[in-house]
């Protein structure tokens, strides 16, 4: 799973990166190097003689920067999102492979259904932020339970305190974090001054508390929360009105649309077609 989402993220980073190239440019960081590294992809097209582009490709070419555009301006909220995944993956890596028994892991399978957070929906991916934010919302409430009903399992305040300890700064900064990244309007001063102080606590707990577990470095997602959301936040104003919600509102009719024109054998054609049924 984490590989997984690793791999995609890769992907999402170097185009991400691309698309803000400015940004990338002024940023002394991880995402600088992977952009050098990943080169530029659309170099092969550019460097084809003219009588090589036919009106077709170009118009392509234009829908694929389009899609490129929209799938760029959501970078961030997915990151948010992508890094609350970890964060739940290294939670019951650390409930399932340690000596913490798996009883406090299905307690907290059990908490987690009780407020209507679902993992698989969570896992296969579509219906991923509803989940999160209400994770988000109630942390505090599930690991208070959580402790309540571990003691009565025998096991020692102490422990439970130990992974508690170690996972609520994490939520308690995107939970402050996530809200202002979603809102779709302009920021105020203040609360653009509450997203740096939170996602500055989100590097300095994960420094503390995960880093190790990934070789001493954050991770890319956990990387763009400390150096890029505030940056981007400023920059803009907002980053909700970038966000990616309406893009993925939009799936099903696009999937409906492909669907129709799948017996289409060339890809230019399938795509426009694609496009224009997705646009009734
Ligand atoms: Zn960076």
Redesign the pocket.
């Known amino acids: 799973m984490l590989s997984g989402l690793s791999d995609l993220y890769q992907s999402r980073t170097a185009k991400a990166a691309i698309g803000f190239g400015s940004f990338a440019r002024s940023?002394n960081?991880?995402?600088?190097l992977e952009v050098s590294r990943v080169g530029d992809p659309t170099r092969a097209v550019r460097s084809r003689s003219k009588r090589q582009v036919t009106a077709g490709e170009k118009v392509a070419e234009g829908l694929e920067e389009e899609a490129l555009a929209i799938e760029v301006a959501a970078e961030e909220a997915w990151a948010a999102a992508a890094a609350l995944d970890e964060a739940k993956a290294e939670y019951d890596q650390l409930n399932e492979g340690s000596a913490i028994s798996g009883r406090l892991v299905k307690i907290y399978n059990e908490l987690l259904v009780a407020e209507n957070i679902e993992k698989q929906l969570y896992w296969n991916g579509q219906l991923v932020g509803p989940h999160l934010w209400r994770l988000f919302q109630r942390y505090a409430v599930i690991f208070a339970t959580l402790k309540e009903k571990g003691i009565g399992l025998s096991f020692s305040p102490e422990s439970l305190d130990n992974i508690i300890g170690k996972f609520s700064p994490a939520f308690a900064a995107l939970a402050a974090i996530a809200p202002l990244m979603r809102a779709t309007r302009l920021l105020t001063p203040a609360e653009l001054d509450h997203l740096e102080t939170n996602c500055a606590a989100l590097g300095a707990t994960w420094r503390e508390h995960f880093a190790a577990a990934h070789g001493g470095e954050h991770t890319p997602k956990v990387?763009?929360i400390e150096?890029?959301v505030v940056e981007q936040a400023r920059r803009h104003g907002t980053l909700g009105m970038f966000g990616e919600e309406a893009v993925e509102a939009e799936h099903p009719a696009w999937a409906r649309a492909a669907q129709l024109c799948r017996a289409i054998k060339n890809p230019r054609a399938r795509l426009l077609a694609t496009k224009r049924h997705s646009e009734r």
């Open positions: 940023s960081c991880v995402c600088t990387h763009l150096r890029h």
